[in-house]
Each structure stands twice: as C-alpha cells, then as structure tokens.
C-alpha cells in the first residue's frame, strides 16, 4: 500500500458506510470480500472503520479494491461524484435520488461527533445571539417529535401516584402530594411579577411549595402547578435542579434571566426538567387509559376540560401523547408569532418556531388568523374553537391538514391560541383512499377559489370516514368551512393568481 493516498474524499467514508450497510455487510465481511479480490493488500476491520469515521484516507489501490466488491468505479466515493446510481436494499425500492450526498445527511460523522459539538455549539450560539434556554427547548421538542411523544416511565410514575384517578379533584391532589412529602405554603404574589407571566409556584428544596394565593380563583391552573412540582418531587427526589421562574410564555426563555446568547451549563437540564414535569403533570391529571376511553365517547372535543378540571392546553397536549394515530401537531402561540409550545408528530413544515418571530407568516394559518382577529376586535375572545383542512405544497407534494384552534386566555391573561391537529394522509390512505389523488384535488380546488374553496364532494366523503373511524369530530366540522392553502410565508404564497397572502 505505497500508492499516495486519495486526498480529496471527505465524503468517501460516509458513502462508504451507507453502501456497506444497504447490502447488508458487516466490515468483517467486507474485509473479507476485499482479500478475496488480493490477500497480500487487504484493508483490515479496524483499518476499514477508521476509513468509514473519516480518520483514514485509502490508496488508489485501497479504493480501487473496496469499489470493486460493490462493482462501483472508484470516482464514485469521490467527493465530486454525487449523482451515482441509486442504492437500496430493497428490492424493487427506489433509491436516494442521489446515492451520494442526499442519502448521507449530516456526514462525514467526524464533524458530528460529540467532541467537536461540544466546541461548535456554544459558539454558533454565541455567534448568532441564541439564548441557552431557547436553543434547548428546542432540542427538547425534536427529542419529543422523535419519540413520539411516547415516554412510558413518566406515565407510570404518574399513575402510580394518581392511581389513574379521573377526573382528579383539588382536595385529592393535595393530599397525593402530602403523601409524598411535597408540603405547600400560602404567599402573596406580587401583581406585576404575575402580570408579566412569571412564576405562580416555586419550589424550595426538598419538598416545600410555595404557592401565590391568587391561584385559588384558578383551579384549573393551580392543579397543574401542584401536578407539575410533584413531578419534580417523584422524579427528581426534590432536588431543586429546576427553574424557579420556569419558561417565559412568549419567548420559550427563562423569565428570571436575561437572554444572553450561549449555552449555559444548566440550561440543557433546566429545559429537561421542564420538559419532564410537564409531561408528568399532563399524565397525572389525565391517565391514558381512561383519558383514551373519555376522548373516543366525546369525540374528541376540548370542552371536556371542564369535566377534567383542567385548561384546554392540557387536553390538546395529552392528545397527542395518548392516541393510537400518531400523527398530531400542537402549537400554543402569542402575539406577534411567538410559539411557547410545537410538537410536530406529523412532521408539519413550520414557518416559524421558537427562536425567531417571522415578520411575514402566511395569514391563512389558524393560529395566526385568530391573533390577528383578536387584535382587531380588542375584546373577549370566543370560547368556541375553530376548526380548519389546510393544503400545503410541500417539496412538490400537496399535504392536507386538519386542525381544531382555541383563542383563550394564559394565567396572566395575555392572548394565547391554542392549536391541535392532524395530518389527513396516512389516515386516508389507512382507509384505502388515493390519499395524494384526494389532497391534490383539494389543492385545485383551492387554486380555482383564489386559495380557499369547499373540498369536492368525493374529498369530503373520505374526511367524512376518517373523522368516524378516527373518532375525531371537529375532523367532520371543519367541512363546513373552506379549505384553505397555507404556505411558510406570505412573501412566496403559492395561491392562484391575484390572491396573494395579505393580512
């Protein structure tokens, strides 16, 4: 192996792996199949990884012998080959579109690994004026997408504790968090601190609470500031590694500190902590067998909050971890476009999120057409939630959506849109409809309307079969609005001539 080696093959190692893997081949057998072309020149295993992880670079002669066991030529794992044949185990599957660079994502692995992140984090942060605590909310929310929402531990934990009691009563929740040693103390709250959304509870170490005595004109929110620290007091031993002030309601930052761009030691464990409590909060005040069984007989309807004694938020949130369809989304959204919460099970294109406010979002969202109504109209927001299908053209593939919002009111009585949703296709197609023949005929529609139509009949009547097996009924209401198209941003709307996004 005298030859030079190949400089100029970042990328080498990464389509080196996707290619090892799609047939199916460890790098014990590929060292193998490589001493059978010539034993004398063979790349070892450990000498084959360090080439995959970018450590090794080969020798023509190297390269020559592992793109012969793929029947590849060697300019193929060059970096200025992209456009290769397609490779796919699969048989009959089709390909990436481009064997090279779209099939390998974040490659070459080097540059992702750990060590270098541990470096490049803080300094994108910094670079960019990103705060700690909002940059891992948002690593948080990809955790949760990721997952599913499904996170089994916490919901034991709950149930344990709550025995899956349903609805859950002030009075029980207090004695369930006596009994496990969280103790609770009246104190008087400041107006202002309330009024600009700051904390309503906070916990001292190890098992004091103390509580503003303004939230006992609010049940609703006082059982779930009870629900959320006895979280912390179950699943953190009451350590008091968590937040004080918790996270702002419009910014998705910490309210008690000032936002200074950069990772923060604690602010990946305070996101956590936040994260977790809250989900265990979720958990406890409504358990998933019996919260199931309550969402299939009310067709899914946000009014049972008011059975549950608990706010809209937590039932459109619970929703998404406890259904057996898993494609949901849930936005909890302030003026003038700042998301608090996102969950995107569906994988619903955003545009916008937790670190920025888009200047120009498409008015034909629902969250962002109730925050302007209310704007408008300066007065008591309507209890009745909304429901709407939306089209979206996403990578040349129109997406039907559906979802139910809520234009209410958060703790310090600031506006707040509450939003849940689905997305229609996997449960047309489940159903055996042509879910993408059905979501483009919705998008002609809509084109023909100037960006708003009612659905086509045939349409309609799949929607129609989806709401009932689904038990989803502002599924079915939402046709007796328009459709609408909605797009990332108004600047490029993609509605028919003449009718572009204006708010």
């Known amino acids: 192996m005298n030859a030079s080696p190949v400089r100029h093959g970042a990328l080498l190692g990464s389509k080196l792996r996707l290619l090892r893997k799609r047939n199916g081949l460890t790098l014990e057998e590929l060292s193998a199949r490589c001493a059978q072309l010539d034993p004398a020149a063979a790349p070892s295993v450990s000498y084959l990884s360090m080439l995959e992880t970018g450590k090794r670079t080969p020798s023509p002669q190297v390269l020559a012998m592992v793109a012969g066991v793929f029947g590849k030529p060697a300019q193929w794992f060059l970096d200025g080959s992209l456009d290769g044949a397609p490779v796919d185990g699969r048989r009959g599957g089709p390909g990436p579109a481009a064997a090279g660079l779209d099939a390998t994502s974040f490659e070459p692995s080097f540059l992702f690994s750990p060590g270098m992140l541990r470096h490049v984090l803080p300094e994108l942060l910094l670079q960019t004026g990103t705060p700690g605590p909002a940059f891992a909310q948002l690593l948080i929310r990809v955790w949760q997408e990721t997952q599913q929402n499904d996170f089994p531990e916490i919901e034991r934990t709950a149930e344990a504790a709550g025995d899956r009691a349903m609805p859950l009563s002030l009075e029980a929740l207090v004695a369930i968090c006596a009994r496990h040693g969280l103790a609770i103390r009246w104190v008087d709250d400041d107006r202002r601190r309330l009024n600009r959304g700051l904390a309503r509870a906070r916990f001292e170490a190890p098992g004091t609470l103390l509580v503003s005595r303004r939230l006992r004109s609010r049940e609703e929110r006082l059982k779930y500031e009870l629900a959320f620290f006895l979280g912390h007091k179950l699943l953190h031993n009451?350590?008091?590694?968590?937040?004080?002030?918790?996270?702002?309601?419009?910014?998705?930052?910490?309210?008690?500190?000032?936002?200074?761009?950069?990772?923060?030691?604690?602010?990946?464990?305070?996101?956590?902590?936040e994260f977790e409590c809250s989900f265990f909060a979720g958990a406890l005040l409504c358990p998933r067998a019996p919260f199931r069984q309550l969402l299939v007989r009310e067709s899914h309807r946000i009014a049972i909050h008011r059975k549950l004694g608990v706010g809209p938020a937590v039932v459109m949130r619970r929703m998404t971890a406890v259904s057996p369809y898993r494609h949901w989304h849930f936005f909890d959204g302030y003026p003038p476009g700042y998301l608090r919460t996102v969950y995107r099970g569906n994988g619903i294109p955003l545009p916008w999120g937790n670190l920025s406010v888009v200047p120009d979002p498409c008015p034909h969202w629902a969250v962002f057409r109730l925050l302007r109504e209310d704007a408008r109209q300066r007065g008591t927001p309507a209890a009745r939630p909304t429901s709407q299908i939306s089209a979206?053209?996403?990578?040349?593939?129109?997406?039907?959506?559906?979802?139910?919002?809520?234009?209410?009111?958060?703790?310090?009585?600031?506006?707040?849109?509450?939003?849940?949703?689905?997305?229609?296709?996997?449960?047309?197609?489940?159903?055996?409809?042509?879910?993408?023949?059905?979501?483009?005929?919705?998008?002609?529609?809509?084109?023909?309307?100037?960006?708003?139509?009612?659905?086509?009949?045939?349409?309609?009547?799949?929607?129609?079969?989806?709401?009932?097996?689904?038990?989803?009924?502002?599924?079915?209401?939402?046709?007796?609005?328009?459709?609408?198209?909605?797009?990332?941003?108004?600047?490029?709307?993609?509605r028919g001539s003449g009718a572009a996004c204006s708010g």
């Open 238 to 273: 009451g350590d008091g590694a968590i937040s004080a002030a918790r996270v702002d309601r419009a910014t998705g930052t910490d309210a008690a500190s000032p936002e200074v761009p950069g990772l923060g030691a604690r602010d990946a464990l305070h996101a956590w902590r």
């Open 392 to 494: 979206m053209l996403e990578g040349g593939e129109v997406r039907l959506y559906c979802c139910h919002s809520l234009l209410t009111r958060d703790a310090a009585d600031a506006t707040r849109v509450l939003s849940v949703g689905i997305d229609l296709a996997p449960a047309l197609a489940a159903q055996g409809y042509d879910a993408p023949g059905l979501s483009q005929a919705v998008w002609d529609a809509c084109q023909r309307g100037r960006g708003a139509r009612a659905i086509p009949e045939e349409a309609a009547a799949a929607v129609r079969t989806v709401a009932h097996v689904l038990k989803i009924g502002w599924v079915a209401e939402a046709l007796e609005a328009p459709a609408q198209i909605i797009c990332p941003r108004s600047a490029a709307c993609p």
